[in-house]
């Protein structure tokens, strides 16, 4: 879509939110209760087909084109040494994502995802939030709209991820904003700071929240001060994929923590989002369950890049290949429950 232009429009949207097709997703209910199995026993494969069908408006739901967009930024919070990286490697990653170096080429190409690789002015840092607003409005809606494009039409599932050195710190930082809590709430070792690292991370976190006190609470305000483009753009994805009822896989806590200003205004955003896994990341436990979102997997990975949910577009595919490829009792001729 063609994305943001003013932050009305952005308001207006996250305001109307469009919510799923009923008959789709009751006709997809009765067929799961149709197909040769015990009732409930494919579990939340069930549900998950059930879900997309409400969200693609089919009883049938099925994925031909899907695409993973990871959006990359820079932050100058880094300036405060609170990754375990300098802030080059975000562009030279970029490029080894351009080249097929990188763990989400491999796990794109496991879950057959076309790559959307989108850096967004990353010779230019977003301004260091302890002392200013990471972004301007202009910034800010430039990124929400570069979001929103990724969302292109005939797209049947998207899947978000981010690569920004020191986005573990603003992720931290949306997620205190948004939900409240305090800094050691939220903050973790992201790339995989030591114990000074954390201390001087929750600093940064709460200067942050102190400086950005009296600005009003919305989540354009909340996005704009402490996050940061890519994040930006994952809002602005997640949003654009709702008014297109395309539904989302979620990556780990970065990925997350977009969604955190708008949920904690608007808790219904999440309805077409699916979390890809529970990250390593110890804040990450914590948002799912101020999101409302109940994680596909957990196996202890704490990359981003989209990874998580990546790996988790295999269980949603396992769970459309048995709706749309088991028989019914009548089909098979077998006996249905007494
Ligand atoms: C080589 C490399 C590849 C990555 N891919 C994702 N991240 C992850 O680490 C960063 C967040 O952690 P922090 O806030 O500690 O900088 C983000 O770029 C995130 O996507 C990476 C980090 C590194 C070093
Ligand atoms: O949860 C994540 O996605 C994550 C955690 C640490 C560093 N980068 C990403």
Not at 36 to 48: M, Q, V, Y
Not at 255 to 270: D, F, H
Request: charge should be negative; aromatic fraction near 4%; charged fraction near 15%.
């Amino acid at each position: 879509m063609t994305g943001f232009a003013t932050v009305a429009a952005f308001e207006a949207a996250l305001g109307a939110l469009p919510a799923i097709d009923p008959d789709a997703a009751a006709a997809a209910r009765a067929r799961q209760a149709r197909l040769t199995k015990p009732a409930g026993s494919l579990g939340r494969l069930e549900d998950i087909a059930v879900f997309l069908a409400g969200w693609q408006g089919r009883a049938l739901p099925a994925i031909d084109r899907a695409r993973v967009a990871i959006f990359a930024g820079n932050h100058g919070v880094t300036a405060h040494g609170v990754s375990a990286f300098p802030p080059e490697v975000t562009v030279q990653m970029v490029a080894n994502f351009e080249r097929g170096g990188a763990a989400i080429n491999a796990l794109a190409g496991a879950a057959g995802l076309e790559l959307a690789v989108v850096p967004l002015d990353l010779d230019r840092p977003t301004a260091d939030f302890t002392i200013a607003p990471a972004m301007d409005a202009y910034e800010c809606l430039a990124a929400l709209s570069a979001g929103a494009a990724v969302v292109e039409p005939g797209l049947d599932l998207l899947v978000l991820g981010e690569m920004g050195i020191g986005n573990s710190t603003a992720a931290a930082a949306l997620c205190a904003r948004g939900f409240g809590g305090s800094a050691a709430d939220w903050v973790g070792p992201g790339t995989g700071v030591d114990d000074a690292g954390i201390a001087r991370k929750r600093v940064v976190v709460d200067r942050a929240i102190a400086f950005h006190a009296a600005a009003p609470l919305t989540p354009f305000e909340t996005l704009r001060r402490v996050g940061g483009r890519e994040i930006a753009a994952i809002a602005g994805a997640v949003l654009a994929a709702r008014m297109a009822r395309v539904p989302v896989i979620l990556d780990g806590f970065i990925c997350c923590s977009a969604v955190a200003p708008l949920a904690a205004m608007t808790g219904a955003i999440t309805d077409h989002c699916l979390a890809g896994h529970c990250s390593a990341e110890p804040g990450h436990r914590r948002l799912l369950d101020r999101l409302g979102l109940d994680p596909l997997l957990a196996l202890g990975m704490r990359l981003g890049e989209g990874s998580g949910a990546a790996v988790a577009t295999a269980i949603v595919r396992a769970a459309l290949a048995a709706h749309g490829g088991m028989a019914t009792f009548a089909e098979a001729g077998v006996s249905d429950a007494g």
